[in-house]
């Protein structure tokens, strides 16, 4: 029996109801209808993102917390309804998470369609988006490279978008699955005040706080500069035997409204983590497919005595707009980010099993370094104008990314445990502090390798979005893209380059040059003002071209996509509605080596194609009761490789489940309700079997985990007071979240287990 033959009916269940409640509610939305009123300023006073932390209509009474999104997107760069564009654009908004005490965006988009993630408890940009694994996570439209370690959290995000399908015309070398976008939260003119104070279940201790209003300035006009300072302090929470985590955010920014038509707003970001990295459990079995093994999932298979990793990240961006006229206006966005990830793990030796008769395998410590600097930069000219009666939203752009980071990563030392009844203490506190320099003198007695790696884009692009009547919209448009990159590596560390840090053969090797056309085209038709049909066409420039064994980039990854579907805004606009279909192939595809621990190192293995197709729900059902749902059927393959022992022709990839849907309502009890105050609901989060490798050696069961909320929302002494308690894994299902594809562990070794049933209050006040 095949391992994907279906272990549920949830899935289908879910868009059975979703699908009778669109038809249920289409009379209510029927009638000509004007289009809506663009508004893409964040919401006032919303309070802080994650735990507990407020959202959108936070300490509004009645309906007003509901779920919905701006009309228009930021990772559009358009302004543009979404309803008329023919992509496929999903919404978090602030409001969901905080409803579900997402502290990390990992959780929050769980909630759409087709994306799940690869991240562990430190790197927080490894996620998979129809099928594809992508590092590609934007903040406000700039992206913020892999060579940026950081997990990425909730305190001030307003919402995240994914943009799905071949995005390169955008954004440059994305991966054609798709891309993650945090909107992050902008001062405000109002003061507001917000403090979070969080506890829970494993020692969970979180502090959040949103600081905003208007800055007197003198010899500035009233109201000319406004601040936020947002942030969070994150001490444990991980329910894995001895990983503890102290986190620290940092979030300040200001706008300045230099006259009537000219805006410049700066944000910071800090983060200073200490923690023990998750590498996972294993999957096991005398022949594959392997499943992981039957142990407790708080098992760790790191060592009590071993030190907290480290990761220090800072970043600084700006985001300049001067409105030209009233049809016209420039934006300049610039962002600039440095951060330094330092680890001694346990992780498993790469040419070791377990032991079928032991039950043991053999773990190395691992040392690893990653530092890396990330610039990225656009400038965009959008306005309208009409010809022969139809609206033209023109964009006109350049942006610029760069990316350097070194790596460096070694092993030392033979360590066996057992997986069933592992013994601790076998490694001698010294060795995980000796570890570095053994690494770096040569002395290490397994194996280490040196690499460097720069990456440069820069790419000219134009979009016209055409409205030719209330019911036709148009979408035209390309992007050139002129791409370099130079990578090295080797095994020692001698003869360094003499500029800069890179190592090795860096300096000596080629820079490899790229050159790209990514042409984009679409349709919406809107037979009725509430539903439209959509199609499109896309190309993308491939996001990561990876590095063979000899430290030689790859060809770049070339993808194109098909994409059709449905749109639908009911029940008077509260409730939108996506139904997509998509077909992309990506050719030169990246597949890592999984006899080494470097995440950078593999090959192209031909082409592969994922198909599917995907449901999304966002809004009201009625005033009081809001929804959030998913679905997603995908079928992701290897469709040409080359003949050998390796060929993965017709293989799975990696990590995506085939059926997989997420259902989440929230209810605010009316101010005619005795019970008005509360707020309350929950829902639930469902997957197939998932193969966590393109070798399809090992699966991760399918799996349904149910979460659930409430809160009371009260005034008292001139403040907004909110309690609310989160329930995750009611029913203390086990499952297996993800596996890590890209750092620490490999293979089946790096499995992750889901949480346990957890519990968390907090305490929440506004003023």
Known sequence: MSP???????????????????????????????????????????????????????????????????????????????????????TVPEQVIVDQNAITIQEAVQNVSGVRSNSNNLEGYAYNIRGFTTTNVFRNGLLVGNAIAQGYGTANLQAIEVLKGPASFLFGRADPGGVINRVTKKPQDVPYYSFTQEFGSFNLWRTVWDLTGPAQIPGLADNAVSYRFAGSYLNNGEFVDFITNQNVFLAPSFTWKIDPATTLTVEAEYVHQNAQSNVGQPAVGLFPP???????????????????????????????????NNDWKITNRFLAARATLTKADMTADPFSSPDPITDSFVRNLTYQKLTGTNYSTNLDLTGKFYVLGARNDVLIGADYFYSYYNYVIGADGLYPINIYNPIYGTVPTAAFYNIGNKVWDGTADSFRSFSANAQKDLGIYAQDAITISDNIHVLLGGRYDFADVRSGNSNNFTGLATF???????????????????????????????????????????????????????????????????????????????????????????????????????????????????????GKLTNELSVIASYAHINAKVISDLPGVDSLL??????????????????????????HGWRAGGGVYAASNRWGDDEN??????????????????????????????????????????????????????VFPGAPRSVSASLRVEF
Do not use: C
């Not at 049909?533 to 990854?557: D, I, R, W």
């Not at 017709?650 to 005619?672: K, M, R, V």
């Open 4 to 90: 994907f033959k279906s272990e549920s009916l949830a899935a289908a269940a879910l868009m059975a109801a979703l699908s009778s409640t669109a038809l249920a509610q289409q009379a209510d939305s029927q009638g000509g209808v004007a289009l809506p009123t663009v508004d893409v300023t964040a919401p006032g006073n919303s309070g802080a993102g994650g735990a507990g932390s407020g959202g959108e209509g936070a300490g509004n009474a009645g309906a007003a917390a509901g779920y919905s999104a701006p009309p228009v997107a930021s990772a559009a760069k358009i302004d543009v309804p979404i309803f008329d564009l023919p992509i496929s654009l999903q």
């Open 290 to 324: 392997y499943y992981p093994a039957n142990i407790p999932v708080y098992r760790s298979f790191e060592e009590p005595n071993q030190p907290p990793d480290t990761v220090r990240s800072s970043l600084i961006a700006y985001d300049l707009k001067h409105e030209i």
């Open 500 to 618: 800069g840090e890179a190592y090795s053969n860096f300096g000596i090797n080629p820079i490899v040059h790229n050159q790209a056309f990514s042409p984009r085209a679409g349709v919406v038709f809107q037979p009725v003002p509430w539903l439209g049909f959509y199609g499109s066409y896309t190309k993308s420039f491939g996001a990561n071209n990876g590095v063979s064994g000899a430290g030689v980039p790859l060809a770049p990854e070339i993808a194109t996509g098909w994409e059709g579907g449905v749109k639908a805004e009911l029940l008077d606009r509260r409730l939108t509605a996506t139904l997509a279909f998509f077909n992309i192939t990506k050719s030169n595809f990246f597949t890592p080596n999984q006899n080494t621990l470097s995440p950078f190192d593999g090959r192209g293995i031909g082409v592969v194609r994922s198909q599917g197709i995907e449901l999304d729900v966002l």
């Open 650 to 675: 017709g293989n799975s990839l990696n990590s995506y489940a085939p059926d997989s849907g997420s259902l989440f309502l929230a209810y605010e009890f009316p101010t005619d309700s005795l019970l």
């Open 697 to 750: 050696t090992f699966i991760l069961p399918a799996y349904a985990r149910l979460d659930g909320f409430a809160r009371y929302q009260f005034t008292a002494g001139g403040a907004r007071w909110s309690a609310q308690i989160n329930v995750k894994n009611i029913a203390n299902a086990r499952y297996y979240d993800s596996n890590d594809v890209f750092f620490n562990n490999f293979g089946r070794f790096g």
